[in-house]
């Protein structure tokens, strides 16, 4: 892919915009960030609607004004609009790539990636079981061999604990956060060494106690200063805790080959649900007890098949355009 210009179009969410660096990482690609910011009523109207007046190409606040790159991978439902835009003024120059559900159907993108549990399905749509993300295989290689010393001082077996919080799927109830917590300490009394991150969404109550918890084991939480530990966390993990609300902490996590145990809050639903459902039925995780549990699985990362799909699209996409008008469909 030398050579290629790329853009990772979102509207700012780390989640999101994570995703997209991860494929185009995977691609040996440095893509530029364009980042959307639709005003109402246009955000309004979107997936569906058009984008807003004052961003549309060309005008001087446009995160997409041309030179349109030769690949466009995009994320989340107010940058639809804006790719369609780009495909349409390239004149279908710019292969795009958009992941999970537009909601739009497949014709949003010449690729669409979306996990299985998205109902969404068709010649060009690739569905996994998990989501990409940024902890290639090489940047925990590096975590490991040039630990952090935050982290490389802490006994063996050393437990990361990704905590996330309330969304969409459920939320935290104080009992979970005191399951949680007790499950945790429980582990630590076993001599696992700790390593904790929560999130933005993590319930404060919960949030306050983790951090003492630490302390209290002599374990490590990250307090939002200094540099990111998560992949040198995960990179010395000899078991993962992670919560079930996010399937991007669920992706990163099987990545490692670490052993993974899944702590499920008591009242949660929808589509997550069922992707755990669909873990535990292939023994790629467990559920979080209090007990350390050591097993063996196949590491599971789907950002380089994504990849790979990628750059299979934009190879047909290429030679149709040599061939002449029309355009070049699947993957």
Aim: with cysteine; glycine share 10%.
């Amino acid at each position: 892919m030398a050579g290629l210009r790329a853009w990772v179009l979102t509207d700012g969410k780390a989640g999101d915009e994570a995703q997209c660096l991860g494929v185009a990482e995977a691609l040996g690609l440095e893509p530029e960030i364009r980042t959307v910011a639709p005003r109402p009523p246009w955000v309004w109207l979107m997936p569906w609607g058009p984008v807003d007046p004052r961003e549309r190409p060309g005008r001087p606040a446009s995160p997409v004004s041309p030179p349109f790159p030769d690949l466009v991978i995009a994320s989340g439902r107010r940058t639809v609009p804006y790719l369609r835009e780009i495909r349409r003024r390239s004149g279908g120059r710019s292969y795009t790539v958009f992941l999970k559900d537009p909601r739009t159907g497949p014709g949003t993108a010449d690729l669409i990636w979306a996990p299985i549990y998205d109902p969404i399905r068709g010649p060009n749509v690739l569905n996994t079981l998990t989501s990409p993300h940024r902890l290639s295989a090489d940047r925990l290689e590096q975590a490991r061999r040039a630990p952090d010393p935050r982290l490389s001082g802490l006994p063996s077996p050393r437990v990361a604990v990704l905590v996330g919080g309330d969304s969409r799927h459920g939320s935290f109830s104080e009992e979970d956060g005191g399951r949680l917590l007790a499950g945790l300490r429980s582990v630590a009394a076993d001599g696992a060494s700790l390593m904790i991150t929560a999130s933005r969404r993590t319930p404060p109550t919960l949030r306050a106690a983790l951090p003492a918890l630490a302390a209290e084991t002599g374990g490590f939480f990250w307090t939002g200063e200094g540099e990111n530990p998560l992949v040198a966390m995960l990179a010395l993990a000899d078991a993962i805790v992670v919560t079930a609300d996010s399937a991007n902490m669920l992706s990163e996590a099987l990545g490692t080959g670490a052993p993974v145990l899944v702590f499920e809050p008591a009242a949660w639903r929808g589509r997550l649900s069922r992707l755990m459902a669909e873990l535990k039925s292939r023994g790629l995780v467990k559920s979080f007890s209090g007990k350390l549990e050591l097993f063996n699985y196949e590491k599971l990362d789907s950002t380089p098949v994504i990849a790979q799909a990628v750059a299979r699209g934009i190879a047909a996409h290429r030679a149709a355009r040599a061939r002449g008008p029309g355009r070049s469909g699947g993957f």
